[in-house]
């Protein structure tokens, strides 16, 4: 009988992520005894989560596990992989702000992490645990292992959802070229006077297409008070882009860029839900970027199209490999903010992930 050893990475700052839900994983997971060996390390900060990966280098890991968000998945798949000299199948518990890459997989709803836990342990001593992956395409963003990454109008368009102001996005751009990424929330905090909410929050009074909508009013407003280049929200997206070696021209000057390797989320919002992205995986191989151009007007005036998934018609969409910025910008990297001096996107081969089994 083949025993699996998984490790499972908790970040204490996941907006679900309880002492008395790591406990309930806990319990779970160790009803695998005899045919699964599992250690859950619980983490605070990024110094703490690189050395508990150091830990684990010469280790032969089965199942690598990741209790958070998205940016918990991306900065711990970033350590895993630069650290170990293997890329294990990994397991997302869905307990973070944003779960965008673990609704794409199927794992969105109601106590899905404790489904998957179940799931790990029913599987582990049949070898059919590897029957219930998904083969996911991944991108390395300057040596960030993600998923998705948005430049220019489309983090705008979040922070603005977010009901912060121009001015607080300008502060904290600029603070982030002084910070650790540990000390992210806390800059994010001083700034704007408040904690970071639940995203996908979308039943309550402040989010859903109300917000939506104040979001477009904020971004409007912002355009139409401040005309100077410099100013944050109205500087086009500058320094050109070249897609797989090639430098790539746009009918008029682009208002950011989003690339997704998979297909529910399109330009980022998509009801900021997940929603299909017309032919994401189309290519194997290559990721989709998309890129709008012309002003913001532009795209408010297609705002539903962008709300519903819809494919736009002043927007460029290309199936590419690798893609270069070279200018400095503000991205966000599954949903996790990075400022630098350019940026190059690569395809980076498919990362198994283990979801759950549909029922018939």
């Known amino acids: 009988m083949k025993k699996y050893k998984a490790v499972i990475f908790a970040n204490l700052n996941g907006r679900k992520v309880t002492p008395r839900k790591i406990k309930e994983l806990k319990d779970i997971l160790s009803l695998g005894e005899g045919k699964l060996e599992t250690d859950i390390v619980v983490t605070e900060n990024l110094s703490q989560l690189e050395k508990a990966v150091i830990d684990y280098k010469n280790e032969e890991i089965n199942i690598a596990g990741i209790v958070g968000g998205d940016g918990t998945v991306m900065h711990t798949r970033t350590f895993i992989e630069d650290i170990w000299d293997q890329r294990p199948t990994y397991a997302f518990f869905p307990l973070g702000t944003m779960n965008n890459i673990q609704r794409a997989v199927g794992l969105g709803g109601k106590d899905s992490s404790v489904k998957l836990a179940k799931h790990i342990v029913e599987t582990a001593c049949t070898d059919s645990v590897e029957h219930y ?16 990454i948005g430049f220019g109008l489309i983090p705008k368009l979040l922070w603005m959802y977010y009901g912060h102001s121009a001015k607080q996005y300008r502060e904290l751009e600029e603070a982030l070229q002084r910070i650790l990424p540990e000390d992210y929330q806390g800059e994010y905090e001083r700034i704007t006077g408040k904690k970071q909410i639940d995203f996908f929050d979308l039943l309550s009074k402040e989010r859903g297409l109300w917000g939506a909508t104040k979001a477009v009013l904020r971004l409007v407003k912002s355009v139409k008070a401040h005309t100077d280049e410099r100013y944050l929200l109205h500087k086009p997206l500058s320094g ?25 989320v399109n330009l980022g919002l998509g009801r900021f839900n997940p929603q299909p992205s017309p032919g994401a995986r189309k290519e194997e ?14 795209m408010l005036k297609q705002f539903r199209e962008v709300i519903n998934g819809e494919k736009l018609t002043n927007a460029v969409y290309k199936y590419i490999s690798e893609l270069e910025l070279p200018a400095e910008k503000f991205a966000q990297v ?7 001096d350019g940026f190059k996107v690569c395809y980076d081969g498919v990362t198994d992930i283990i979801t759950l089994p549909v029922k018939l």
Do not use: H, R, W
């Open 133 to 148: 992956t998904v083969p996911f395409p991944s991108l390395d963003v300057n040596g960030y292992k993600g998923f998705n």
């Open 285 to 298: 191989g290559k990721f989709q970027v998309v890129v709008p151009y012309g002003n913001p007007f532009a």
């Open 334 to 340: 599954d949903g996790e903010p990075i400022l630098a």
């Open 240 to 264: 050109e882009m070249t897609f797989d070696g090639e430098k790539q021209t746009f009918p008029q000057a682009p208002l950011g860029a989003y690339i997704s390797c998979y297909e529910e």
